[in-house]
């Protein structure tokens, strides 16, 4: 059994940190000492981090960063070296959301959406992988979510891009086997963010529908992200190449194992639907 992954005195950076999953699991890396780089393009929101984690006597910085900007995230390394003296993990949490058939979703807003939760994943690792070589123990947390395990309908846009992260995941931690760099996959299930309340809303969809889909939908969010944070910080000190975050993921995660193709009416009857 490998040794934990030792976080103190490390520096991570963290994708998506002004709130949710991001912010938490930046509290969690700061309660064992380790540095962190924030990026977000919620400057308030990243500073509300901040002076969460500040008390713990590490090294913070903030930084404005758009993950589908790809000149934006080639030159973030830069900027990352100016203010720490290398960068040992790589937190890949930013995303958004669009709710929807496929059919609703217009392939600008699907596109959109792309940018961010699966291009903005590639783009940060390949901007990054040099740095956490260096290292020669570092790891690279990707983001996915349970709908990278099962496919629901009416968010066809946001399982494919999780789909995606997972199937990225998987391949790089083969490939990157044996060089000092590990990769966790990361599927989230319930947790009470406000990913939700930010996702785009198809046009010709009415107000009604929109909300009445919000709050069937929210009635899953149960897991606080403090508790999703530790789950996942855990996990990474663990060396986990996957790490299933709630209940509700571990369940859903054996029902598809078992039922690979007609899982989706089992959850759906036991989600009431």
């Known amino acids: 059994m490998a040794e934990p992954m030792r976080l103190e005195g490390r520096t991570a950076v963290i994708t998506g940190a002004a709130g949710g999953i991001g912010r938490a699991i930046a509290v969690s890396l700061a309660r064992r000492g380790c540095n962190l780089a924030l990026a977000d393009l919620d400057e308030a929101g990243m500073v509300g981090t901040e002076e969460l984690v500040q008390t713990h006597g590490i090294s913070v910085t903030r930084h404005a960063l758009d993950v589908a900007d790809r000149a934006g995230v080639a030159g973030f390394p830069a900027r990352v ?5 290398g960068v040992d993990l790589l937190v890949n949490n930013a995303g958004v959301g669009v709710g929807g058939t496929f059919e609703e979703v217009s392939g600008e807003d699907f596109e959109w959406l792309f940018e961010i939760n699966f291009w903005g994943v590639v783009r940060m690792t390949r901007a990054f992988l040099p740095a956490l070589r260096a290292s020669g123990d570092a790891r ?8 990278g395990l099962v496919a629901p309908p009416e968010h066809a846009a946001y399982v494919a891009s999780k789909f995606a992260v997972r199937g990225f995941s998987e391949s790089l931690r083969h490939e990157l086997e044996g060089s000092g760099v590990g990769v966790t996959v990361v599927h989230p299930a319930g947790v009470a963010t406000s990913i939700l309340d930010k996702a785009r809303v198809p046009a010709g969809v009415s107000a009604e529908e929109v909300e009445r889909r919000r709050e069937e939908f929210r009635k899953l969010l149960r897991l606080p992200p403090e508790v999703a944070g530790e789950i996942i910080v855990r996990g990474v000190e663990r060396r986990k190449p996957r790490v299933l975050v709630g209940a509700d993921a571990k369940v859903i995660s054996i029902i598809a194992r078992v039922l690979p193709v007609s899982y989706w009416k089992l959850l759906a009857l036991r989600a009431g639907k």
């Open 81 to 85: 070296a100016a203010e720490h003296p």
């Open 140 to 147: 690279v947390v990707n983001i996915s979510s349970v709908f």
